[in-house]
């Protein structure tokens, strides 16, 4: 029996993976799976691929292209989620900020360096037509970090994916004022480039399930039920998100916006044009 460590967000799109471990889906390939919940996001998979902590991860696409331009030894398999993410922008529940315009010049809290929330402040920067040089971050750790942030006037925002954080807004820890939506399909499965040479059959397999898997979460009428329990979410939100949400069912080909992706990383500075030289070739096996 293989035995890989795999990392992801605790979050309502890493039900399938859930369900087939539990069910004994993948050890019916040879493959035992760790599954580690990473509340501190795609900056802590990062961390984790960099510290041999890792063998897998469910993150995000901004994410891991610009770790991988950077040097990081890891493949991306496929994408995993090929709708956008709707990232909220929250901001402390008291202030006096209502519109996304007074956020110029203000202090964003990120999960980590490199993370999905700092790399989307730059993407709603652009976005809002500001002096990017301009942004400001305080790196908190985690979704609770974020909350923390923004009650002790550590931060003025957070960005974080607005169906995870409709609860927060409930019990007014935050207030959501506005959305930004990724330009590209956000979540993919990424892998160190050694354990996918050594086992490229396996986890070819081990796809191939997960994607079943979605399509099953996608097509049952009980779906927004589960989650809504699983995840402590109002049904009706779960039911929206089920709307927007589309997972990868089925294939494999890679969707002509990671070309979009880097094209965005190049624009706001945050990889080199020399980085992204062959980009296919560095993010693809």
Known sequence: MLGLKIGGVP?????????????????EIGLELFWSDMYGGTGQMIR??????????????????????EGL???ILEVYVTSPLHWGIHVPYHSDITKVDQLENQTFA??????????????????????????????????????WALENNEA???????????????QKKCRY????VTPWPCFVIAVKTDIYEKHREVLDQMCRIVNQKAHEVKQNP??????????????????????????NYETKQFPKEFEKTVNYLKKLNLVTEEQAENWEQKLFL
């Open 110 to 147: 990120i999960s980590r360096k490199g993370s999905g929330s700092e790399l989307m402040a730059y993407v709603l920067a652009d976005r809002e037509g500001w002096d990017t040089s301009g942004l400001k971050f305080n790196v908190i750790g985690d979704v609770y970090g974020g909350l």
């Open 222 to 247: 009980d779906s927004a039920e589960l989650i809504s329990w699983r995840y402590n979410l109002r049904k009706g939100q779960v039911k929206n998100w089920l709307i927007e949400t589309d997972w």
């Open 48 to 69: 984790g691929f960099q510290n041999n902590t890792i063998d897998i991860a469910v993150l995000l696409t901004e994410g891991i292209t610009k770790s991988i331009l």
């Open 177 to 180: 004022i506005d959305e930004i």
């Open 11 to 27: 979050e309502h799109f890493n039900l399938p993976w859930r369900l087939a471990i539990e069910e004994g889906k993948f050890k």
């Open 156 to 170: 003025e925002c957070f960005l974080w994916e607005k169906y995870t954080t409709f609860p927060f807004c409930e």
């Open 73 to 75: 030894d890891v493949k």
